[in-house]
């Protein structure tokens, strides 16, 4: 199905299945509301207790910033949202994030959740994580790699992060560090040390290039 254009919008999102199309707002505002039932079962039966109470196949969320350009988009293999929870579970995300000096970050992993939390004012905001394998690809203006077990990703505030060990590979250096913080705007990293692992550069003297600063 062709996603029609619409007029740039901040807090809309899209979600696109197959050959069915809805308006959410955020990752986490998967939900359907059809107002009041006569027929309202009330609560589920134990054996659907655990059930999600929506199931998307290849399912692909898009939001765009205010100026219409494009924020990010999210695909997965597969999208379970709980209601009772406030997650959506995630299989196979890929989050493609787009910053506004036109850079890439693409981030994969083997499953993720999303969920919507308090920001440091107590505004709501949505939180990324993406589990399992993750691999972060930078592009424009030089490119990275950056490998771990775990990422935290706000996209509303452009910052992401993580506190397991992390190999980041540029073309002029390896760091492999026990966590780091990332400004996705502008590319920073802020590395950081564990027990388990220390922060380690090897420098590539013979390339030139800096990709990630």
Do not use: C, K
Not at 6 to 28: D, E
Not at 34 to 53: H, I, K, Q, V
Not at 141 to 168: H, K, N, Y
Request: aromatic share 6%; proline share 6%.
């Amino acid at each position: 199905m062709t996603e029609a254009p619409a007029a740039p919008n901040a807090a809309r999102t899209t979600i696109r299945w197959g050959v069915l199309a809805a308006a959410v707002v955020g990752f986490a505002g998967m939900a359907v509301y059809l107002g009041p039932s006569r027929d309202d079962p009330g609560s589920l039966p134990p054996e659907l207790a655990d059930e999600p109470d929506i199931y998307l196949e290849q399912g692909v969320v898009t939001q765009f910033r205010d100026d219409g350009g494009l924020h990010y988009r999210l695909r997965a293999d597969s999208i379970r949202r709980y209601e009772r929870l406030g997650l959506s579970g995630l299989e196979a995300p890929v989050l493609e994030y787009n910053a506004p000096n036109g850079t890439l970050w693409r981030m994969v992993s083997a499953t993720g959740e999303v969920r919507t939390v308090s920001d440091p004012a107590g505004n709501d905001e949505e939180r990324v994580e993406l589990i399992g394998d993750v691999n972060v690809t930078r592009e424009g203006g030089g490119t990275g790699r950056i490998r771990t077990e775990s990422l935290v990703i706000f996209p509303g505030r452009q910052q992401a992060r993580t506190d397991q060990t992390a190999m980041i590979e540029t073309d002029t250096m390896t760091v492999q560090a026990g966590g780091f913080e990332a400004d996705l705007a502008s590319g920073r990293l802020s590395f950081s040390s564990s027990t388990e692992a220390q922060v380690n550069i090897v420098a590539q003297p013979d390339r030139q290039t800096p990709i990630l600063r």
